[in-house]
């Protein structure tokens, strides 16, 4: 696709319920980053992958936040029994290569609101 | 890890003038610093970026500087617009991957 595309947009969860969140990349690129922002804040790192492998996954707050990208393209983000202070978007990004040089592209994220 | 710090948090300017954003980091591994734009509900976009090995580049407007030894960078843009009213956050990456660190935000607003 022309750019990283996800969902939902928007989602509004009963605390306790559980979210999927869907990235899909760019075409092609290897790395793939979960960001969260809360409002008002810059995006705070979740994880990364490169290709289908989680590299790095210090940022994930809690064992009930659980990410995946099994065939390296798509990439799910689950929140299991959501939390008021869940509330916030979550970003998606990618970039081209796994070095350091290659310009990292967001998608439009999913507003996640926990009522 | 990295710690990346923006200053002011929030910035209203007359169009015309001049607008300056001021970040410092604090991994001095870190080599690439790119400045995004976000309009409310969208997505970051890259506006422009700087390496380590450069002290400043700009582009029409905008400017990056980078001083590697205090370890602080700015974004200065010129002739502001309307247009260019929405929050604007750094970022460093000091991480091999390309992880980034951003900034707080700050919320340029531009006068007409």
């Known amino acids: 696709g022309a750019g990283v595309s996800q969902s939902p947009r928007y989602k509004v969860a009963k605390r306790g319920q559980d979210v999927a969140l869907r990235c899909d990349p760019i075409?092609?690129?290897?790395?793939l980053f979960w960001y969260q922002q809360a409002l008002g804040q810059g995006p705070e790192f979740l994880t990364y992958?490169?290709?289908?492998?989680?590299?790095?996954k210090s940022g994930l707050p809690s064992d009930r936040f659980f990410a995946e990208r099994p065939e390296g393209s798509v990439s799910t983000l689950k929140i299991q029994r959501t939390q008021q202070e869940d509330s916030a978007v979550y970003l998606c990004?990618?970039?081209?290569?796994?070095?350091?040089?290659?310009?990292?592209?967001f998608g439009e994220g999913s507003w996640l609101t926990v009522v | 890890g990295e710690n990346v710090e923006q200053h002011p948090s929030t910035l209203s300017v007359q169009e015309g003038d001049s607008a300056v954003i001021k970040c410092t980091y604090s991994d001095s591994a870190s080599n690439y610093f790119p400045w995004y734009k976000q309009e409310l509900g969208k997505r970051p976009q890259l506006i422009i970026d700087i390496r380590s090995n450069v002290g400043e580049k700009k582009d029409q407007r905008i400017a990056v500087t980078l001083n590697k030894t205090a370890k602080h960078f700015s974004l200065h843009i010129t002739e502001t617009q309307p247009e260019d009213s929405a929050v604007y956050f750094c970022?460093?990456?000091?991480?091999?991957?390309?992880?980034?660190?951003f900034g707080q935000g700050t919320i340029l607003t531009v006068h007409p």
């Open positions: 970022a460093a990456r000091g991480t091999s991957y390309g992880k980034l660190t």
């Open positions: 992958f490169q290709n289908e492998a989680q590299l790095d």
């Open positions: 990004a990618s970039s081209l290569g796994g070095g350091a040089g290659n310009t990292i592209y």
């Open positions: 075409s092609g690129h290897v790395s």
